[in-house]
């Protein structure tokens, strides 16, 4: 008998705790864990936006009637983690893109970038190549606040600020090609 009025009062303490509170009546942790699963029902939903690369190529090809460049540092995460860098054909579309984001947002450029780590080296030469073709005034500066974070590709970062990395306005247009996706 006692085991069943255990079980009544669970089932009741259950069944009471599940019932939406009236307005007002949360206590300050209640709130805050309800407010701790709305923001992670969001980044879950963000990591679904981006989950294949037919939505990558969307919002990229949305992206001149809707820009936000907030949503960057994301897409640039799903593009590593869908493997769309290791595809040659494509990476070039992919490091164009992320440098004309960072290029026509320069006061957010450092924000975004930020964002994007931590990041495989396998894909920093892509961002490297972004910052680097981002038509940036002070492209060099920002690739050098970033050096740190990406030691494995100190060797090309290092070709770019001081070697003979070719920034996109130093590529020929005439008469050749010249390989952009070569690591």
Partial sequence: MRSLATYLGLSLAVAFASWPAAPGALG???????????????QRAEKEEF?????????????????????????VRA???LGLFRDLDMAGVHVGFIAGVLGSNPQLTERL???MFPMPPEDQVVLIKA?????????????????ERMPARAGLIRKYLYGDGKILND????????VLDAH
Avoid: C
Wanted: glycine residues 4%; charged residues 25%.
């Fill in 79 to 81: 593009m590593g983690n």
């Fill in 131 to 147: 910052i680097a073709f981002s038509g940036l005034a002070n492209w060099k500066s920002v690739l050098e606040r970033f050096v």
């Fill in 171 to 178: 590529l020929p247009l005439e008469g050749s090609s010249f």
């Fill in 113 to 115: 970038i930020t964002e």
């Fill in 51 to 75: 989950s294949k690369p037919e939505a990558v190529l969307k919002f990229i090809n949305d992206y001149r009637s809707d820009p936000q460049p907030e949503k960057l540092p994301e897409l």
């Fill in 28 to 42: 300050a942790t209640q709130q805050k864990a309800r407010a701790a699963n709305l923001v992670h029902k969001q």
